[in-house]
Structure formats: structure tokens, C-alpha cells
């Protein structure tokens, strides 16, 4: 089928437009290759899908109705794997429009996009994040997600609803996948194992937020790869069982649906940064700090629901993600 992937030069967009062409979609990449971070690694990861018979790459900003229009008009998508956004928590504190012209004005093109054009299954990237100052763990969908800590979150938990909307309003099926920590291979380099990596090669000390009392729910690219594509073939439907005298929020009377994807094995951030130091054979200097605004101190996805309707099993233990992450590091940046 043919597959318009948004955020494509990203890196959860570029490995899923790589899984599609593996098995032989076709897909339409699209980007606007923004300086949020190094431009560079978005093009490398570009330059592996350029090339290849059944890929086209646009370069196009979201916030532009008028270019979005054209593009659901001219390639006439089937389906619609939407991965780009403005990324990042503590950005947000620094420039909030660009979050509104990305994930709040880019997502109803998207969702007009697909109106307009009769799209099947849109797939689209929510957050953890959403869950914001909940403090009941493991992270479920069928919890109430209405007290964001940032405005990235925020946005997010909008998608949800404007999608909701839309499949309500439409009938146009949407599911939501709620990231949890995604890291490996071609990652991005605002995130924590990525700027650890960096700075312990250089001899640069880490900072260590919260005092080290973080844990995140890492997540391997592979894994959630294989989630997205499999959850892509899945088009949502309406629940049956579901009741607006009791409603649950992960799913509806509508072809809607949310999830979780994460690894359902929260790893302590101070096991993180000894697995690396392992992996890189060196030694951190850590400089603790606060818990900055924004973030949140722990993470953890109840996943089953995506068990259950897709047999989502994520299988790749942190000491080898990071190794492979390590390894990829140094093999691109030229490190002995």
C-alpha cells in the first residue's frame, strides 16, 4: 500500500519508512528538516531511504495548509503514519509557538488531510508525557491524562482529542501511540543516552537531573518499529462495549483507539548510566541537578491492551540496546 510517513528524516520516522519498504509498500516521506537539532544526522538518515525504488521524499512544513493540501491531492496516500512534530520538553520553555505551528495547526492538516482524502488508518504519534502529574503506576490508557506538566505534553494530549473529533465527526479511524523513551541506532541527540554518550567520550562531565532518581521506560527503536507497523495494518475500530456513562479513555463508540507502546521495564537512571559506562568502558563524572520543569520522575507503560489487540512483545534488553546504540555512535562519528 502506499504510506505517507511524516517526520521521515526523524528518527522513529526514518526506521518506520524502512520497515514499510522492506516489505514492499510504497512510501511518501515527508519533513521539513528543521535546526532543532543537527540537520546533518537528519539527512544521513535520509540518504538510506533516498534511492529506493518505491520512496519519494517531500520536503514540507506542516503548518503549511496549502502545501499539506497539495500533498494528500497529488500522492494520494492510503494510509497515513504520522511521526513528525515539534519534539522536546524543555524547549517548549524557550519557543511555545513552534509547538503550536507544528503539533496543534500541522496535526489538523493531517487530520483535514485524511477527511478530505478518504485515509483508512491514521496512525499518529501521542507521548508519555500526557500522563503529566499522574502518579499511579504502570501508565494506563484508561486513565485519566488532564494534568500536563509541559506544553509539549499538552499538545499532545490535544492530538488525541482533535483526532477523537475527527473519528467521531467522520468516521475516520485513528489510533494513538502513546512513545515511551524510544533510543537505539540513529537516535536523536537531545536525549539523555545520546548526550551521555557524547560527553563521557569527551571527557565532559554528565548532568544528572533529579539527583538521579529518574526512571524511564527505554524503549528500543526496533521494537517500537514493529509496533507502529503492526498497529498501522490494524484500523481502529468502534468498541462496542464502550459507555458514556462510564467512559473509558482509550477507546470509543468511534474507530478510535490509544496506546501505550513501551517497554513495561523501567530502568533506573543510575543502571542506565553504569549499563553505558560498561558499553563505552569508561567512567561518568556526574554533576547532580533538580528535576527540571517539565520532566517527570518515573515512567512505566502498562501495555496490554497493545498485547492483547496486535501481540505487541517487546524484546530487546537495555544492555543490548545500549550496546548497539554504542556501537552505532562511534561507527558514524568515526570513534576508535
Not at 139 to 167: G, I, Q, R
Not at 179 to 197: A, I
Not at 267 to 283: N, Q
Request: with cysteine; proline share 6%.
Amino acid at each position: 500500500m502506499k504510506v505517507l510517513v511524516t517526520g521521515a528524516a526523524g528518527f522513529i520516522g526514518a526506521a518506520t519508512a524502512q520497515a514499510l519498504l522492506s516489505r514492499g509498500d510504497t512510501v511518501v516521506g515527508l519533513d521539513n528538516l528543521n535546526a532543532y537539532y543537527d540537520v546533518s544526522l537528519k539527512r544521513a538518515r535520509l540518504a538510506l531511504l533516498e534511492g529506493q525504488p518505491n520512496f519519494q521524499f517531500i520536503k514540507c512544513d506542516l503548518k503549511d495548509r496549502a502545501d499539506m493540501e497539495e500533498v494528500f491531492a497529488v500522492h494520494k496516500p492510503e494510509r497515513v503514519v504520522h511521526l513528525a512534530a515539534q519534539a522536546g520538553v524543555r524547549y517548549g520553555l524557550e519557543n511555545p509557538h513552534s509547538y503550536v505551528d507544528s503539533n496543534l495547526t500541522g496535526f489538523l492538516h493531517i487530520l483535514e488531510g485524511c477527511r478530505q482524502h478518504d485515509i483508512a488508518h491514521l496512525v499518529y504519534a501521542s507521548s508519555s508525557s500526557v500522563y503529566g502529574g499522574n502518579t499511579n503506576m504502570p501508565f494506563s490508557v484508561h486513565d485519566n491524562v488532564d494534568h500536563p506538566l509541559s506544553l509539549y505534553a499538552a499538545t499532545k494530549k490535544a492530538n488525541e482529542l482533535l483526532a477523537h473529533s475527527y473519528s467521531h465527526l467522520y468516521g475516520l479511524p485513528t489510533t494513538g501511540l502513546r512513545f515511551f523513551t524510544v533510543y537505539g541506532p540513529w537516535g536523536r541527540p537531545d536525549m539523555s543516552l545520546f548526550l551521555f554518550t557524547r560527553r563521557i567520550l569527551a571527557g565532559e562531565p554528565i548532568e544528572v537531573f533529579n539527583y538521579g532518581q529518574h526512571a524511564r521506560d527505554f524503549t528500543y527503536i526496533d521494537d517500537i518499529v514493529e509496533g507502529v507497523v503492526r498497529t498501522l495494518d490494524r484500523i481502529a475500530q468502534p468498541d462496542p462495549a464502550w459507555s458514556g456513562d462510564d467512559p473509558d479513555p482509550g477507546t470509543s463508540n468511534a474507530p478510535y483507539r490509544l496506546y501505550n507502546i513501551g517497554n513495561n521495564r523501567p530502568v533506573e537512571l543510575m543502571d542506565l548510566i553504569a549499563t553505558l559506562e560498561t558499553a563505552l568502558g569508561r567512567k561518568a563524572e556526574k554533576v547532580m541537578a533538580p528535576l527540571q520543569p517539565g520532566d517527570v520522575p518515573r515512567t512505566c507503560a502498562d501495555i496490554d491492551a497493545l498485547v492483547a489487540d496486535i501481540g505487541f512483545q517487546p524484546k530487546t534488553p537495555i544492555e543490548d540496546g545500549v550496546q548497539r546504540f554504542v556501537a552505532w555512535y562511534k561507527g558514524y562519528y568515526g570513534i576508535a
